[in-house]
């Protein structure tokens, strides 16, 4: 088949589990061919596949029409411009995640040496971003996943900012709890989805991504309240805490930061104009 019957008779057959069926199929297409980008798919629509290549091809499309993510398929997820090493054991980075990273890019950008703190760093791509975009900083990268820990330090390593960072396991805080470091920002994406509305989710997700960086206790802020009660104790005067919220949580992250002395707390919207992001500073 050539390129461009493959993509006719693929998006439509994708249209059934996916709401990017077009995209889904460049993206496989693109791993089939050797990593080529998308133009070289939209030059060669003329081209045939070898047989090799088709049957490769229809093995990562079934395993598509089972529903199992994209980004575990290819191993790969771009995000802020960067590319990701992702499988089976790591939340998969998402656009919801960039306006967070975007954030913090521009309220330091004009600051000195930074320490900083990403609580649950999974594949690292919040870690990498900063370390990649922001000049003068040291990351320090915590999950209590060993394997989460390992694809991100693939992931520095790959998008060359691994001496800017260091990976630590860690249950939230306490892999750094005898360190003595004063940060000056803690970020985080936790686990914010609530108890009963997990088995809601979409099958490619609740069925191949990591519960543990799904589930945020029977509201969803456990983890909200918890980072934010501990963080006060690492943060310098003037730190941030920035996290990312469900698209109804912001209200409720707010509280919760007021009522642990945070000042100067604010939200972001995300590109579909929901609150996904929650900054407060340190009295």
């Known amino acids: 088949m050539t390129i461009r019957e493959i993509l006719i008779k693929y998006m439509e057959e994708l249209s059934s589990i996916s709401d990017t069926p077009k995209l889904d199929t460049e993206i496989i297409l693109q791993k089939v061919l050797g990593d080529v980008d998308r133009l070289y798919i939209q030059l060669n629509l003329n081209k045939k596949l070898s047989d090799e290549q088709m049957e490769e091809f229809n093995r990562m499309i079934k395993e598509r029409l089972d529903g199992r993510p994209i980004a575990y398929i290819v191993n790969n997820r771009e995000f802020m411009g ?28 004009d600051k000195k040496m930074l320490n900083i703190v990403d609580i649950g760093t999974g594949s690292g791509a919040i870690s990498v971003s900063l370390a990649k975009y922001i000049d003068n900083c040291h990351v320090y990268s915590l999950d209590i996943s060993e394997k989460a820990l390992s694809i991100g330090k693939k992931n520095a390593i790959s998008n060359k900012v691994n001496s800017k960072i260091d990976f630590i396991e860690s249950n939230l805080f306490s892999g750094i709890k005898d360190k003595n470091i004063k940060l000056d ?10 108890k009963k509305d997990i088995d809601t989710l979409h099958t490619q997700v609740k069925d191949y991504e990591p519960y543990i960086a799904l589930e945020g206790g029977e509201d969803g802020l456990d983890f909200y309240r918890s980072i934010t009660k501990e963080s006060v104790c690492y943060l310098k005067d003037g730190g941030i805490l920035a ?13 919760i930061m007021k009522d642990n002395g945070y000042s100067k707390i604010y939200t972001k919207k995300d590109l579909q104009g929901i609150d996904r992001v929650v900054i407060g500073y340190k009295l």
């Open 82 to 109: 960067l590319d990701f090493f992702v499988e089976e054991g790591v939340l998969i980075p998402r656009p919801d995640t960039e306006p967070l990273v975007e954030e913090i890019i521009e309220l330091t950008k």
């Open 185 to 194: 920002l803690i970020v985080s994406n936790p686990p914010y989805i609530r």
């Open 243 to 255: 996290f990312e919220v469900g698209h109804d949580q912001a209200k409720d992250v707010y509280d």
